[in-house]
Structures are given as structure tokens and as C-alpha cells.
């Protein structure tokens, strides 16, 4: 096993400083992301406004799931680059995602079960 | 971070104790903690608007609610909330600008790019500020006639007029749609018809609170979890914008000049990073899908 536990080898440890080279590495990643957040917003009011909401249609269940895969694409950017979360040892990336993923997916999952049902009751009076 | 001393290292080493196992301070591993108790609040309230959806049959279309610009007016679907975003992205980005300017211990540039982000998080409050007092007031309003059926109003320059009976004097140009917020192409009645499903009005009510709403008359729920996700959404909006500006105060006066580090900066940074997380999350459940 690697020997990566030391602070001071942390690239984002509280004493390890870049130097001119590598912040210009770094903005150009920062400057990378910016425009591919902007265009992925850009692109869904696009389609936001253009394509009308029809619940139930083949084309709008695709619609709402590209939204929803659009999203998640924008949130690991975010957090992999941004946060640089993505830098970080692999425990901490565990320590931080796994929980809740567990937790979210559950809930989602009891969530759509629970509302279907409730759904069936109101719709039988 | 993969470390360069090459050092094998056995479990116990790491996760005996004497060096932090998460290559991390503490400071930073709480703030981490921290963001997933409060990803799981956002989630909840979240999910807890898709399941109050899901029990719905009809729910208002985002871009037919959310489609007006400040001094523009209507006709422009999702285009303000984009606009939003967008502000909230580039925060971010200046934010993340100030991060990097840390670790080169750049304090001039800290100084710029943390002023920056506290300005663009002002700009975001100030179009929350506008977009909820635009959907508390409505645009129009709805009627509901003695047989039950819902009407909306079309687009009026000022509220209707009541009558000292209670009535509503209406409106010289009668303008009322079906499907003005729900799915559907929307279909407008005028004229003599019009006249007549007026007078059949049992009640009129426009704009939005947290008992009734104009978006979705059959379902209150519409605008409370408006009022509570972008809510409690700019609350953290506010309180980032409070805690980015106690840390450029402290980056002026030198505080971390002592520490030798910007470790701080990256703190809030992972905080307002969130923030923007969280409005990608509230921009696609609540107003596009």
C-alpha cells in the first residue's frame, strides 16, 4: 500500500503550497467545468422551454430523465472538481458518499412506493 | 491525494492513531460531515415534494409558472431561474478562484475573487427576493363558478376590484384561460362566454400563500415547498454570503498570514460549493421535470 496518509503529502493539506505552474494547471480545469455547467444549464432551458411537459408521453419520460442524469452529471462536477472531492484519499470519498447514497436511495425508493399508493386511494376515493 | 514518499503503510498504521487516516484536518472532515447532514435536509425536503407530487394526477408546468423577467414581463419561459443559476455557478467558480489564490498564497487575489463571490451571492438573494414576492402576487389570478369548474385570468394590470357585496367588478377586457398552468396547450374564452361563466363566479382568488395558490388550486402544496425549499435554500444563500464575508474581513486583516495557510477559505468554499450543489438539485425537481 501506498504511503498516502501524511498531511504534508495532501496536495489540499494546510501546508502544501502550489506553485505558479500548477495554479495555472488548475484554472484551466476551473476554466473547463465553468463552461461545462454553463452549457448544460443552457441546454436544459433550452429544452425546458421548448419541449411542453406531457406526463405519461415516451418523449417527455426521456426528456425528464436526461433532465434528471443532466443533474447529476452537473452535481458530480461540482463536487469532484469544485469541492475536489475527487482528490481526496478514498476513505474520505467513502465517509462522505456512501451514507448518504444508501440512505437517499432508500428514501427514494420508499418515497415512490409510499405516493403510488396514496395516489391509488385518492384516484378510488 | 496519492502521496509521494512510497512508504507501504499496514492498516494499523493508518487507522492506529498519530496521523489523521482521512489525509485531512479536522476542520476540513467535519465541514464534510456537516454537508452530508445537511444534503440529507435538503434531500428530505426534496423527496418529500416528489412524493407529495406523485400523489397528485395534475401539478403546474414550471416553464408556464415561472416564465416572467423583471421590467420584461411575461413570455419568457425558465429564463429568469436560469439567469439564477447562472449567478449561483459563477459565485462558485470565483469561489473556487479563491481557493486556488490560497494555496499560492496569493492574498490579493484571495481579496478579488472572495469579493466577487460575496457579491454574486448578494445578486442571487436579490433575484430570490424578486422571484418570491412575483409569485406571492400571481399573475391574474383564478375564478371558481358555482358548478366547480376553475378559470383563470389572463394577464391584468392591477387586482380586481371588490364590491362593497363582496362580487368583483370585472375586468373591461374579460380574458379567461383553461390550462394557463397545467399540462396542455392552453385555450382562451372571451366575450360573450366569457360574460357568462362570469356570471356563474362563486370565487376569485389570485396569488399565492401557504393555505391557497393560483398555480395549483386543488393542491396548497405547490407553493409551500416553493416557499420552503428556496427558502431554506436561501437561507443557506444567506448565511454562505454572512460567512464568505467574515472571512474576507479576516484574509484583509491578515489573520492567516499568521497561520501560514488559507485552509479557512477552503472551508466556506466547500460550504458554498454546496449551496450551488444544492440550487442545481431545486432548478431541475422543481422547475423543469
Same mark, same amino acid.
Given at each position: ?15 502544501? %503550497?502550489?506553485?505558479? #505552474? ?26 425546458? #422551454? ?23 452529471? %452537473? ?5 469532484? %472538481? ?44 | ?60 408546468? &414550471? ?75 400571481? &399573475? ?68 399565492? @400563500?401557504?393555505?391557497? @395558490? ?29 460567512? @464568505? ?19 479557512? +477559505?477552503? %472551508? ?20 423543469? +421535470?
Amino acid at each position: 500500500m501506498e504511503r498516502d496518509d501524511l498531511i504534508v503529502n495532501d496536495s489540499y493539506a494546510v501546508n502544501a %503550497k502550489h506553485d505558479e #505552474a500548477h495554479g495555472k494547471e488548475m484554472r484551466k480545469t476551473i476554466l473547463k467545468v465553468t463552461v461545462i455547467l454553463s452549457l448544460i444549464t443552457a441546454f436544459e432551458v433550452l429544452i425546458g #422551454a421548448t419541449i411542453p411537459r406531457e406526463s405519461g408521453t415516451a418523449l417527455w419520460t426521456t426528456v425528464k430523465f436526461g433532465f434528471i442524469f443532466l443533474t447529476l452529471v %452537473k452535481a458530480a462536477y461540482i463536487v469532484l %472538481k469544485f469541492m475536489h472531492l475527487g482528490d481526496e484519499r478514498r476513505n474520505l470519498k467513502f465517509v462522505v458518499l456512501l451514507p448518504y447514497t444508501a440512505f437517499i436511495l432508500y428514501l427514494i425508493f420508499i418515497a415512490i412506493t409510499e405516493s403510488n399508493y396514496v395516489f391509488d386511494m385518492f384516484q378510488a376515493g | 491525494m496519492a502521496g509521494h514518499t512510497g512508504e507501504a503503510l499496514s492498516k494499523g498504521e493508518i487507522w492506529g492513531g498519530g496521523r489523521s487516516p482521512f489525509g485531512v484536518t479536522y476542520g476540513k472532515l467535519m465541514m464534510w460531515l456537516f454537508l452530508v447532514s445537511d444534503a440529507l435536509t435538503f434531500s428530505g425536503l426534496l423527496i418529500g415534494y416528489g412524493y407529495i407530487r406523485h400523489t397528485y394526477e395534475a401539478w403546474p408546468v &414550471g416553464e408556464k409558472v415561472f416564465q416572467s423577467l423583471p421590467f420584461a414581463g411575461d413570455g419568457f419561459p425558465l429564463i429568469y431561474v436560469a439567469l439564477m443559476t447562472f449567478i449561483l455557478i459563477v459565485s462558485s467558480v470565483t469561489m473556487v478562484l479563491a481557493v486556488e489564490a490560497g494555496h499560492r498564497m496569493d492574498k490579493k487575489g484571495i481579496i478579488k475573487w472572495l469579493t466577487l463571490t460575496v457579491i454574486g451571492g448578494l445578486f442571487f438573494l436579490l433575484s430570490q427576493v424578486w422571484e418570491w414576492s412575483h409569485f406571492i402576487h400571481g &399573475g391574474g389570478g383564478y375564478i371558481t363558478t358555482t358548478t366547480g369548474q376553475v378559470y383563470h385570468l389572463g394577464h391584468l394590470e392591477e387586482d380586481l376590484h371588490a364590491n362593497a357585496d363582496g362580487s368583483y367588478q370585472m375586468p373591461e377586457h374579460l380574458m379567461l384561460v383553461q390550462n394557463k398552468y397545467s399540462e396542455g396547450e392552453a385555450t382562451i374564452i372571451e366575450g360573450a362566454e366569457a360574460v357568462k361563466i362570469w356570471g356563474t363566479m362563486s370565487d376569485y382568488y389570485h396569488g399565492a @400563500n401557504m393555505l391557497r @395558490n393560483e398555480y395549483a388550486p386543488h393542491a396548497p402544496q405547490y407553493a409551500n415547498f416553493f416557499f420552503f425549499i428556496t427558502g431554506f435554500h436561501g437561507f443557506h444563500v444567506f448565511s454562505g454570503v454572512v460567512i @464568505n464575508l467574515l472571512i474576507l474581513l479576516q484574509v484583509m486583516k491578515g489573520a492567516y498570514d499568521k497561520r501560514g495557510h488559507y485552509e479557512m +477559505v477552503e %472551508k466556506t468554499g466547500l460550504y458554498w460549493h454546496f449551496v450551488d450543489l444544492v440550487w442545481v438539485f431545486v432548478f431541475t425537481f422543481y422547475y423543469l +421535470v
